[in-house]
């Protein structure tokens, strides 16, 4: 892929401790490159999710800095800044046309001149015909792609992924993974992709970022430079490899501070 | 027999069943009308007595919805006030109790000194129907799903946005079946100071009518009086049903049918 090795944010040192005295994050210094699919991967509670949270602003660093590359990303997080939950997150008294509305009529848009751009974001993620719809009348892998397509209405800069595909099954998930590399190819936009499974984050990153647990920080990088993403790539030996590298990696992150689990 | 037959005629029979025997007993024992009235009495008497009957319904019903549209209006600005602000709740949550828990008997001869008798009719209502509202719609407002709080914060939510469009639909079920409750415990209030005022002889309700029918031994208008309140409950019940219904439909669980 091409794209400028300059960093859209910039993580320096930060930490996160919790009112109960958690420490979630210790001393990450993380840059998010501009245009780069990044995975955080890592055993449930390193901390990725919350590192995922303090860049989108929705919490605070206890300690360190989140560097912005320019000012507009910086003030308008609300339009720079695309997240989607571990959950599809949709209101559910709400027709599906209504939730991708959300973020546009939020910002003071009406509800006519949204309606091109919420349809794109949906016929992006193939649900168009299912605008009417209320989300409990959709399976899983639908309501999270609707969740996708909020967070793509605003045409973000940057899109948080926190464990989107976790809870849906194999099938779903790897319709998912390929459509997402899609989107992102075409959006040229970059993302931060937050996952416990191995084989997604080699499958979908050209960079995995291993993260110890508790105190979470970074403990080693995987570059893959593989330009295809497609069932090929899935079944190659180079994809097996990664893999073994990445597991490999995350077990060393996993043992490398057996004192500091609690 | 399906199941929505059997849902209206099982209780049916039994309603059939029931003044059958009532009107048995009643013929057989030869017990006279100032004891007790047969259904047959009740019902010619809701028809000679039905002006007088149905003024005083009105006037009930009048009171009830007055003091159920008050409840509802502040159970529901409460709920707002105090999901607004922790000070305020941990101020004025502990009065609100208070006032639930005092049975609303004791404290309606004391309204009734100190306001004038519509007055205080209607905040008996107002009393007895606002916590169920204020109760329910707190706990809705409490149990918003965070992580679209959070959604809604990201995107730079105001106040006022957050409240419309976040809070108050996610409450939403939690209000409705409040506000179910509210309207029956509107009627009670509403009856409790008619009765407790129908002693200062004033006075115009279904309630009033029962306690002054009673003075008079006049006990088949007595047992038609309550007829008319039983039905004003049902009908309250059964609209406020439909309208929770309407409402949630299309998106909750509880309004949903499932099938096998």
Known sequence: ????????????????????????????????????????????????????????????????????????????????????????????????????????????????????????????????????????????????????????????????????????????????????VALWRELKMTVVFVTHSVFESVYLSERIVVMTSRPGRVSSEIVIDAPERDSQFRTSAEYAATCRRTSEALSRAMSSRPGAAA | MNASALRFAAPAAVLALGVFAWDLV????????YILPGPGLVASTLVSDWGILWSSLLSTMATT????????????????????????????????????????????????????????????????????????????????????????????????????????????????????IAGGLSLIGAVVAEIAAGSAGAGSGLAYRIAESGYRLNIPRMFAALLLLSLAGIVIFALLSCLEHFALRRWHESALVREG
């Open chain 2, 26 to 33: 009643v013929r057989l024992n030869g017990i006279p009308p």
């Open chain 1, 1 to 180: 892929m091409s794209h400028s090795s300059r960093p859209l944010v910039s993580l320096r040192g930060v930490g996160k401790v919790f009112g109960n005295g958690t420490r979630a994050l210790e001393s990450l210094d993380l840059d998010v490159r501009e245009g780069e699919f990044l995975s955080l991967l890592g055993p449930s509670g390193c901390g990725k999710s919350t590192a995922l949270r303090i860049v989108a602003g929705l919490s605070e660093p206890s300690q360190g800095t989140v560097t912005w590359a320019d000012h507009a990303a910086a003030n308008d997080r609300a339009r720079s800044i695309g997240f989607v939950f571990q959950e599809p997150t949709l209101m559910p008294w709400a027709r599906v046309f209504d939730n991708v509305l959300l973020p546009l009529r939020l910002a003071g848009t009406d509800r006519a001149s949204a309606k091109p751009r919420v349809m794109e974001a949906l016929a992006r993620v193939g649900i168009a015909d299912f605008a009417e719809a209320y989300p409990r009348e959709l399976s899983g892998g639908m309501r999270m792609r609707v969740s996708i397509a909020r967070a793509l209405v605003t045409a973000p800069r940057i899109l948080l992924m926190d464990e989107p595909f976790a809870a849906l099954d194999e099938i779903t998930r790897f319709k998912l993974n390929d459509d997402l």
């Open chain 2, 65 to 180: 919805l007055e003091g159920f549209a008050l409840a509802v209006a502040g159970g529901v600005g409460l709920a707002v006030l105090f999901n607004r602000s922790r000070l305020i709740e941990r101020s004025f949550y502990p009065y609100a109790v208070i006032l639930q828990v005092t049975p609303v008997v004791a404290i309606a001869p004391l309204l009734l000194i100190y306001l004038p008798q519509q007055a205080a009719v209607l905040v008996c209502a107002w009393i007895v129907a606002f916590f169920p509202v204020l109760a329910n719609t707190t706990l809705g407002l409490n149990s918003v799903d965070r992580n679209l709080t959070d959604l809604f914060r990201l995107y730079g939510a105001s106040r006022g946005q957050v409240l419309w469009q976040l809070k108050l639909p996610a409450a939403l079920p939690q209000m409705l079946a409040g506000i179910k």
